[in-house]
């Protein structure tokens, strides 16, 4: 399509031409490709048979997670969720919550953080001592709720990391829905009443589509390609 002639309005005899519309069509249906990220990785050790991809539709297991657009909680900031992330080697664990308040205690999100905050959280279990927090793995949240509507303070802490010489608290790690954009989770077909995470290799990548109440099934998948801190 790209080497033929593009053909006259309405000319149906020119059958080695292509016709501009048509074009232009293919181009936009195949723009994944044409950008590079097309590429789908079968199941392995780093990425995970797609059992719960109804709970993430738009972020399909073994190809580039798929950006879109964010606020970020703390300052109000629009960003892009796919760019907030830096080259540095890390596994990303992009958690997003179910529809309830995410600082209630009957809210998946916050079962999970709870669990992530504790002994038997691949986090701890996982990153070395004296690192950064999220070093290893970096959890960042994306809430249902505005962001005038939640407040930072009384988020987990597993959220709020401690991090560099002087321990200074990180607040780039929650984000909410753009007003003046697509909602993520329209976009990204993500399941409003239950949430889900989105575990993300560190060639971005997504690596597994897990529930919010899969704790184990996380820490198994951690356990089976990570080395123990010491």
Same mark, same amino acid.
């Given at each position: 399509?790209?080497?033929?002639?593009?053909?006259?309005?309405?000319?149906?005899?020119?059958?080695?031409?292509?016709?501009?519309?048509?074009?232009?069509?293919?181009?936009?249906?195949?723009?994944?490709?044409?950008?590079?990220?097309?590429?789908?990785?079968?199941?392995?050790?780093?990425?995970?048979?797609?059992?719960?991809?109804?709970?993430? &539709?738009?972020?399909?297991?073994?190809?580039?997670?798929?950006?879109?657009?964010?606020?970020?909680?703390?300052?109000?900031?629009?960003?892009?969720?796919?760019?907030?992330?830096?080259?540095?080697?890390?596994?990303?664990?992009?958690?997003?919550?179910?529809?309830?308040?995410?600082?209630?205690?009957?809210?998946?999100?916050?079962?999970?953080? &709870?669990?992530?905050?504790?002994?038997?959280?691949?986090?701890?279990?996982?990153?070395?001592?004296? !690192?950064?927090?999220?070093?290893?793995?970096?959890?960042?949240?994306?809430?249902?709720?505005?962001?005038?509507?939640? !407040?930072?303070?009384?988020?987990?802490?597993?959220?709020?990391?401690?991090?560099?010489?002087?321990?200074?608290?990180?607040?780039?790690?929650?984000?909410?829905?753009?007003?003046?954009?697509?909602?993520?989770?329209?976009?990204?077909?993500?399941?409003?009443?239950?949430?889900?995470?989105?575990?993300?290799?560190?060639?971005?990548?997504?690596?597994?589509?897990?529930?919010?109440?899969?704790?184990?099934?996380?820490?198994?998948?951690?356990?089976?390609?990570?080395?123990? !801190?010491?």
């Amino acid at each position: 399509m790209f080497s033929a002639h593009p053909t006259e309005s309405g000319d149906s005899d020119d059958v080695e031409g292509v016709d501009p519309e048509e074009f232009q069509q293919y181009f936009i249906t195949q723009g994944r490709f044409t950008a590079g990220v097309a590429t789908i990785y079968a199941p392995s050790m780093i990425t995970a048979e797609a059992m719960f991809q109804h709970l993430a &539709e738009g972020f399909p297991v073994g190809m580039r997670f798929h950006s879109a657009p964010v606020v970020r909680l703390a300052d109000a900031k629009p960003v892009h969720l796919g760019h907030v992330a830096r080259a540095d080697g890390a596994w990303r664990l992009y958690i997003f919550a179910d529809q309830k308040d995410p600082t209630g205690g009957d809210s998946h999100f916050r079962g999970l953080c &709870e669990f992530l905050e504790s002994d038997a959280s691949p986090i701890k279990c996982f990153t070395p001592a004296g !690192a950064d927090p999220d070093s290893v793995i970096d959890v960042r949240a994306v809430f249902q709720q505005g962001h005038r509507d939640l !407040a930072v303070d009384k988020m987990p802490s597993v959220l709020l990391p401690k991090k560099g010489k002087l321990g200074l608290v990180d607040y780039e790690k929650m984000f909410c829905p753009d007003p003046k954009a697509d909602d993520i989770f329209a976009l990204r077909g993500v399941n409003r009443e239950t949430g889900c995470m989105v575990v993300v290799r560190p060639d971005q990548y997504v690596s597994h589509v897990l529930p919010l109440h899969g704790h184990e099934a996380l820490a198994d998948f951690f356990a089976g390609i990570l080395i123990d !801190a010491e």
